[in-house]
Structure formats: C-alpha cells, structure tokens
T-cell receptor, first 112, second 114 residues
Framework: KQEVTQIPAALSVPEGENLVLNCSFT??????LQWFRQDPGKGLTSLLL?????REQTSGRLNASLDKSSGRSTLYIAASQPGDSATYLCASKGGGADGLTFGKGTHLIIQP | GAGVSQSPSNKVTEKGKDVELRCDPISGHTALYWYRQSLGQGLEFLIY????????KSGLPSDRFSAERTGGSVSTLTIQRTQQEDSAVYLC????????????FGPGTRLTVT
C-alpha cells in the first residue's frame, strides 16, 4: 500500500525567501504526482501535475520535480509572498489504486 | 468556467440520521471522485466513478456509505445511520482524462454529527 510523507509538517519563513517542500512515497510505480494547495476552510487547488515520464514541471514561481527511483518529489517556491501561506499537499496516483494517495501536508506561513 | 460544486456546504445532523451529499462535476468530465478529510486521518480516497460506473467500492469506510452517479454527471454520497466518527469534510473531484488526469476539487461539504 502506498504511503506518502511530507516534511516538514510546518514551516514559517520571511517574505522573499526561496523554499523547498519535500514529499516522499514508498511505491515508485506511480502514474503521476500532483501538488495542491489548500486554504483554510476551502477545497484543494491543483498547482502542478508531473507524469511518471517527466522530471519536473514549472508554473510561475513554482517548480516541482519528481525522482521516481528514490521515491521523492519536491516543490520549490521562489521569492515567497504572504499570499503563498497555505497548506501544501502532495498526492500520488498509483497503478493499483483508483484515487490519489495524499500526504498529510506542509502548513506554510510566509511572514510579511 | 464553472468548477466542481458541492451541496450543502455545511450539514449538521443528529447521530442515527441519514444524510445525502451532492457533487456537480465540471461539465464534460467523465471521472468523478469522493474523498474524506478528517483531522486524524488526513485525506482519504472513498470511491471513483468512470461515467456512471464505480469499479471498486472497497474504499468506502462501511456498508453505511453508498454512492451513485446518474447521467454521467451529478453524484450523491449517502451515509445511513450517521455516527460521530463520520464527522469530516467530504470532498468531490472530477477529471477530464480519467484516472491519470488532473483532479479538480470542489469546496467540500463539512458534516458534523452530534
């Protein structure tokens, strides 16, 4: 059974810093990996999806990488802003499951 | 365009009552998913529909939970004889490309069982 772990569980940094959020998964036989953000009391917003054949995806200040062999993905946020404050979740889509398997998230606070 | 919508946004019910939660996926999305988010468990997958068919119902927590989808669009998740441990946020997502596409989530239904 796939397990997804996110480190750190919480992170607080000053505005303007670059930061990296980590995600690891136990079963490397995944179809894709997706990063989401969740604002308090809201649903999930998809940020980036990396297919298993890809190594990274970029959208604006966000860059996500995938290393299937080591079971790791990272989300890089450049020049962080207070509006980036949210919980960031990674989720893998494996061949043996219909749904996504989520990590417990990283709660990010960007201090103005 | 319109995203995934869910209703009601909040539901408070007494233990033992039945509840129905509704999901309207993005128009044209053939795949629909239900998840549950609770404080202790994080986000867990419940069930997936491709069209009106749910190939695997083993993710549903108990036989008190059922789900259906009609016309390849709206889906309802029904919980019978609700228990306090059913309290959670129930999230629905839809996808254009089936199992491997980007999943777009609705705002969720917060269920509180008293």
């Amino acid at each position: 059974k796939q397990e997804v772990t996110q480190i750190p569980a919480a992170l607080s940094v000053p505005e303007g810093e670059n930061l990296v959020l980590n995600c690891s998964f136990t079963d490397s036989a995944i179809y894709n990996l997706q990063w989401f953000r969740q604002d308090p009391g809201k649903g999930l917003t998809s940020l980036l999806l990396i297919q298993s054949s890809q190594r990274e995806q970029t959208s604006g200040r966000l860059n996500a990488s995938l290393d299937k062999s080591s079971g790791r993905s990272t989300l890089y946020i450049a020049a962080s802003q207070p509006g980036d404050s949210a919980t960031y979740l990674c989720a893998s889509k494996g061949g043996g499951a219909d749904g996504l398997t989520f990590g417990k998230g990283t709660h990010l606070i960007i201090q103005p | 365009g319109a995203g995934v919508s869910q209703s009601p946004s909040n539901k408070v019910t007494e233990k033992g009552k039945d509840v129905e939660l509704r999901c309207d996926p993005i128009s044209g999305h053939t795949a629909l998913y239900w998840y549950r988010q609770s404080l202790g468990q994080g986000l867990e997958f419940l069930i997936y529909f491709q069209g009106n068919s749910a190939p695997d119902k083993s993710g549903l927590p108990s036989d008190r939970f059922s789900a259906e989808r009609t016309g390849g669009s709206v889906s309802t998740l029904t919980i019978q004889r609700t228990q306090q441990e059913d309290s959670a946020v129930y999230l629905c997502a839809s996808s254009l490309l089936g199992l491997n596409g980007v999943q777009y989530f609705g705002p969720g239904t917060r269920l509180t069982v008293t």
